[in-house]
């Protein structure tokens, strides 16, 4: 076993001129990508005594990589000791808010006081960057050989059952009993082994980021803020995204603010590019003043996978599994934005389920279903599940939830705490009618009221 | 009701990718499979989808994208917005391309 190439702690960067050391036929699995399913399902190999070889194709874990972002760690805690992790703000307030183009904003904030307490709900923003790279070294610690500046180009195949991968190193075959796809949501390996399709292009939206940097006082005072506490702000309706269907976001880091928007990259093909959306978003009054002053010190973007549990590959095959993103493992039902849990539940799933199948020296997709179930009974299928209806439904809507009410609101606030000579009764009525209108009048508000009823249940 | 004014001065593409670092591979990792499909297609959603301005079609051209590979920020977007499914995308050879410091 070739485990002195790893130095304690240290990330292995081999030179690329020289050869690599030849971990062919070396580890008992090998996994694709460094991002939270890849590291959380080598960690969890690694813990059960595994020889585990993980590959990144970026110079350090995280620099491929890009989300909102909060990171969910329900699980990633039962893994690693967070405290000393690299996190940015745990959330103590979230705020939904509904912009109109017409530079209208109804919000609805929330501050629980239980979030203020340890482990704060289990939700933090961090940077990726950072935090990839820490997680990664998790994994090190416990075992694991990362080898970065290397892709994986292909899987090798016996038969029907894949046998290991191919990379884009000199003499770069490395052969495994198992290889666990964890390479986001362009997953080049994975499509072109025919383990899955790619998605459609309505499955799939696009996303564009900037960080701003502003002093701590800054944020501070701007999101009411104190100590570690931070912000996650989510936006909707025609301010947030013009045309299209989606959402913005702001999140606040220690030092900056990240702000962005997700679309459907079928409302980008249609014309409304995600630079002009952007850029529409942070001028909106009710977002250009949290970021006013900032440094803008990083553009970036990234796909999503929006599909649901519809569309989700098979997650097991003859010698290898899918995780994270790969699998279409993302929850966007507008209210949450979730996908790094989901990633590391993943993670840790078809870990256990591969140590357990190597112990009875099996690989194949039937010693490896434990995953499959497992995840089934997870919170991850099964919220993808329950909430498989909402993009569909929010689409057919769009005009009404995205235009229509979001100036229905501002009318109605407008009206009820209208300032004049007439009475505080006729204002309620008026106030009732606008919202009444726009939601197509009783009938109408009724069905509406029906049909998202499972938003909150 | 007036309408949004913008408070956030304006920026331009290139001003947003001159923050992003990148490490250039020397060859570029995106094409286009067939370019007859492109000299035929009218709509070049290629052009609207991309956040980094890789893609342009010259107007009095031959219709064929030219692409701009070292701003690629390696998003997937165009993967999904060419209808024709024409964009040929690979990852940028060992280590190359985008390197996110933030992300
Ligand atoms: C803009 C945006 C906002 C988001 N906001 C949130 C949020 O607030 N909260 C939340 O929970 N989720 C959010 N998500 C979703 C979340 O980011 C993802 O679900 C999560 O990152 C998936 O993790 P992953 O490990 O599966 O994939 P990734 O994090 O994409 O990791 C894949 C890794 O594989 C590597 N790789 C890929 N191909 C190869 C190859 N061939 N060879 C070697 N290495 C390879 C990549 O470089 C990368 O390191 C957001 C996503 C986006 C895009
Ligand atoms: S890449 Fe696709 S969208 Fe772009 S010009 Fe060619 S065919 Fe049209
Ligand atoms: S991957 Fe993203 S940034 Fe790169 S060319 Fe395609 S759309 Fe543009």
């Not at chain 1, 080898?147 to 016996?158: I, W």
Request: with cysteine.
């Amino acid at each position: 076993m070739s485990h002195e190439a790893t130095t304690a702690g240290g990330l292995q960067r081999p030179d690329l001129q020289t050869e690599t050391p030849n971990y062919d036929d070396a580890f008992d699995a090998v996994v694709v990508g460094a991002g939270l399913a890849g590291t959380a399902a080598a960690l969890t190999m690694a813990r059960d005594g595994l020889d585990v070889l993980m590959l990144e194709r970026g110079p350090a874990p995280g620099t491929k990589n890009v989300f909102g972002g909060v990171l969910y760690t329900p699980t990633i805690r039962e893994l690693v000791d967070i405290d000393d992790a690299p996190l940015e703000r745990y959330i103590a307030e979230k705020r939904f808010s509904i912009l109109s183009s017409d530079g209208d904003e109804t919000a609805i904030s929330m501050r629980p006081g239980a979030w203020r307490d340890d482990p704060h709900n289990d939700s933090y923003t961090v940077l990726r960057r950072r935090f990839d790279e820490w997680f990664a070294k998790q994994a090190v610690d416990a075992g694991v050989t990362l080898v970065t500046e290397t892709t994986v180009t292909g899987l090798l195949r016996d038969g029907g059952a894949v046998v290991g991968v191919t990379t884009d190193r000199p003499d770069g075959e490395i052969h495994a009993p198992v290889v666990v796809l964890a390479e986001g949501a362009n997953s080049l390996v994975s499509e072109g082994a025919d383990l899955k399709e790619r998605p459609e292009r309505d499955a799939v939206a696009v996303s564009v980021k900037e960080v701003f940097k502003l002093d701590r006082d800054t944020i501070d005072d701007r999101f009411r803020l104190d100590g570690d506490a931070g912000a996650a702000y989510q936006y909707f309706g025609e301010g947030a995204v013009g045309e299209a269907v989606g959402g913005g976001f702001v999140y606040t880091n220690k030092r900056s603010v990240s702000v962005g928007v997700v679309y459907r990259v079928e409302d980008a093909a249609a014309g409304q590019t995600p630079e002009a959306t952007l850029d529409a978003f942070e001028s909106h009054p009710a977002v250009a003043p949290l970021i006013r002053g900032g440094r803008r010190i990083e553009y970036s973007a990234h796909v999503v996978p929006e599909g649901g549990a519809r569309a989700m590959p098979d997650l097991v095959h003859d010698g290898a599994v899918v995780v994270g993103d790969a699998a279409g493992l993302v929850l966007n039902s507008g209210v949450h934005l979730e996908g790094t849990n989901m990633a590391v539940e993943s993670g840790y799933h078809a870990g256990k389920a591969i140590a357990a199948a190597l112990a009875d020296d099996r690989s194949d997709a039937e010693a490896l279903a434990a995953y499959t179930r497992d995840l089934d009974q997870s919170f991850v299928v099964e919220n993808l599940r329950h909430y498989d209806w909402f993009q569909r439904t929010i689409a057919a809507d769009r005009q009404f939830l995205f235009e229509d009410l979001p100036r229905a609101l501002a009318s109605a606030e407008t009206e009820y705490f209208k300032m004049d000579r007439t009475s505080k009764d006729e204002h309620t009525g008026a106030a009732r009618d606008h919202l009444v209108a726009a939601a197509g009048g009783w009938f109408g508000a009724a069905k509406r009221a029906w049909r998202f009823r499972r938003m909150l249940s | 009701m007036s309408t949004a004014q913008p408070h956030v001065p304006d920026v331009s593409i290139e001003d947003r990718l001159y923050t992003v670092k990148y490490r250039d591979a020397g060859e570029s990792h995106l094409g286009v499979e067939n370019p007859d499909v492109c000299a035929d297609c009218t709509t070049n959603e290629c052009t609207s989808v991309c956040p980094a301005a890789v893609w342009t079609v010259d107007p009095d051209g031959d219709g064929v994208p030219s692409i701009a590979y070292e701003n690629c920020l390696e998003c997937g977007t165009c993967r999904y917005g060419c209808p024709y499914d024409n964009v040929e995308w690979t990852y940028p050879k060992t280590g190359g391309g985008v390197v996110f410091k933030q992300g």
